[in-house]
């Protein structure tokens, strides 16, 4: 059973851009989350999707960030516009339901020139 | 809000010593599981231990065991004879428990764990 894949690794943008990274969960797992870690920090919650529906973005940026879990497909995490401080390294974890633990994939690095 | 607080930023132990690292938490939920995830430098985040508040007895993995004292909101990670491959960045994070209560996870700041040779 494959892990949580995030790709790509590493995302290298110019301020303006579009970034797209995406999250495909384990098998069986509907449930998504993702996480954003700045340099020194800890990482802090952005958003919880269900397929097809948001159920929390309590954690995410009012402008120019977005998610989707499609019925078919990888999870999608949009930022539009990028600029220098969106630079982190976003993680997505996934459960096969509630409650339930966590698994992480190893992340999406992404560098805003 | 909950808030999870690490206040090591920086431990060192010697290959096969035992270390342990802190963790304490602020909550008014009666209910919840508390984590330690080990990120080492391949970014990987990787479940180590985790603890449902309701258990009074102490999770226990292998080398890994924790000391939850729920009273004084604190749950520290020990690890016994420890190994090189244990050097990576530790983080401790918290998750309400209850129905309608937010799945997500919040963490601490962690502790960068270095292991001597």
């Known amino acids: 059973n494959a892990g949580v894949m995030q790709n790509p690794r590493h995302l290298v943008r110019r301020r303006g851009q579009e970034a797209r990274l995406r999250c495909s969960p384990m098998?069986?797992?509907?449930?998504v989350y993702w996480y954003r870690q700045l340099p020194e920090e800890g990482l802090k919650f952005m958003v919880y999707l269900q397929k097809e529906n948001i159920i929390d973005e309590s954690g995410m940026p009012k402008e120019r960030f977005s998610a989707e879990f499609p019925k078919e497909g990888p999870s999608i995490l949009r930022i539009q516009q990028v600029v220098r401080g969106d630079s982190a390294a976003y993680f997505c974890?996934?459960?096969?339901?509630?409650?339930?633990?966590?698994?992480f994939g190893a992340g999406t690095r992404l560098s805003v020139l | 809000a909950q808030t999870v607080t690490q206040s090591q930023p920086e431990m060192s132990v010697q290959e096969a010593e035992t270390v342990t690292l802190s963790c304490t938490y602020d909550t008014s939920e009666s209910d919840y599981y508390l984590f330690w995830y080990k990120q080492p430098p391949s970014r990987q985040m990787i479940l180590v231990i985790r603890q449902e508040a309701y258990k009074q007895q102490n999770a226990t993995e292998n080398r890994f065991s924790v000391n939850f004292q729920k009273a004084a909101k604190s749950f520290s990670l020990k690890i016994s004879d420890s190994q090189l491959g244990d050097a990576a960045m530790y983080f401790c994070?918290?998750?309400?428990?209850?129905?309608?209560?937010?799945?997500?996870?919040?963490f601490g700041k962690g502790t960068k764990l270095t292991v001597n040779p």
């Open positions: 098998k069986g797992h509907s449930h």
């Open positions: 994070a918290y998750r309400p428990l209850g129905q309608g209560g937010s799945e997500k996870l919040v």
């Open positions: 974890a996934s459960s096969p339901g509630t409650p339930n633990i966590q698994y």
